[in-house]
């Protein structure tokens, strides 16, 4: 798999619960034949990315959890619209995935300080270890 659905466009896709984190498909999936990818990652590899059937682009295509989603937007830098995110988002499961991802990609003081200030009991939790 080199190429797959991350970022806002899954964010925008239907979970395996059935759930929807963000609520603007038709800015991000409107245009089925042109969907936004995303590149291979050697840090975070396949994690947290599966094939599904994706019932609006009616077809099977690898899609990002919404953590991995997120992590990949970190990466990303492109933190605009982020804010309170994994509040607004995710589930408990999700949000220590996330941290994980998180964790992996932890390279700037803008990670670092995006993991502290979305991910706080996590990231002071995390810190307390050591």
């Known amino acids: 798999?080199?190429?797959?659905?991350?970022?806002?466009e899954a964010l925008n896709?239907?979970?395996?619960?059935?759930?929807?984190?963000d609520w603007h498909p038709l800015c991000?999936?409107?245009?089925?034949?042109?969907?936004?990818?995303?590149k291979y990652n050697e840090i975070l590899g396949n994690k947290g990315i599966k094939k599904r059937f994706i019932p609006m682009l009616n077809r099977d295509e690898y899609v990002a959890s919404f953590?991995?989603?997120?992590?990949d937007l970190v990466y990303m830098k492109e933190f605009?619209?982020?804010?309170?995110?994994?509040?607004?988002y995710l589930d408990d499961e999700d949000e220590k995935e996330l941290f994980g991802y998180l964790k992996?990609?932890?390279f700037n003081k803008e990670v670092d300080d995006f993991i502290k200030y979305?991910?706080?009991?996590?990231?002071?939790?995390d810190k307390a270890l050591f």
């Open 1 to 8: 798999m080199k190429e797959y659905i991350s970022g806002w």
């Open 13 to 21: 896709i239907p979970n395996e619960k059935g759930l929807v984190a």
């Open 28 to 38: 991000f999936l409107s245009n089925k034949d042109n969907v936004k990818k995303y």
């Open 67 to 71: 953590a991995r989603a997120i992590a």
């Open 80 to 88: 605009t619209g982020l804010k309170n995110c994994v509040r607004d």
């Open 104 to 106: 992996s990609i932890n």
């Open 118 to 125: 979305e991910l706080t009991k996590l990231y002071f939790a």
